[in-house]
């Protein structure tokens, strides 16, 4: 059979608070799940009885979709006019990152990609040109070397 690469056992699940129960009473307590990209996760979660030695063994599966777009960007502009604009990139990660910038826009100049040292952020800069006027709707897409989306 042959493993999806799409599913993790990583570290994405962190149980929070103080999980010993007394006697005769409940406990609430809140699991966290922080993956690193898209995929299902999957982990174990072991709940023991140290009174009857008793173990119940929970699968647990968490499920990343893509992100969704951080910010709609709304450029005015007229026709047959190159109209320069920004947007904000930030690397948060701890390496330093190679982004690659893909657009569906037509007419749409800018670097196809760019470094961004740890824990650093630009400004990416880029111009759009269209032949009519109106409203058009696209998207860009920042990609590391990884294929992982940073938006």
């Known amino acids: 059979m042959k493993e999806d690469k799409n599913i993790y056992h990583e570290p ?12 005769n009473s409940t406990l609430g307590f809140k699991l966290l799940f922080s993956p690193k990209w898209v995929g299902e996760y999957k982990a174990s979660f072991l709940i023991k009885n140290n009174t009857t030695l008793e173990v119940t063994n929970y699968n647990i599966i968490g499920r990343a979709i893509e992100p969704r777009a951080e ?8 026709a047959r006019q190159n109209i320069p604009s920004k947007i904000f990139v930030l690397n948060n990660d701890s390496v330093d990152r190679t982004f690659n910038v893909e ?10 990609s760019f470094v961004l040292k740890s824990h650093k952020s630009t ?3 880029f111009s759009m ?13 920042f990609t590391d070397d990884q294929g992982k989306y940073w938006w």
């Open 103 to 112: 657009s569906d826009l037509v007419g749409i100049k800018g670097d196809s």
């Open 71 to 78: 910010k709609v960007i709304k450029i005015k502009g007229k």
């Open 123 to 125: 400004n990416y800069e």
């Open 129 to 141: 040109f269209s032949y009519i006027s109106g409203n058009f709707t696209g998207q860009i897409t």
């Open 12 to 23: 994405v699940f962190e149980l929070k608070g103080d999980n010993i129960v007394k006697k």
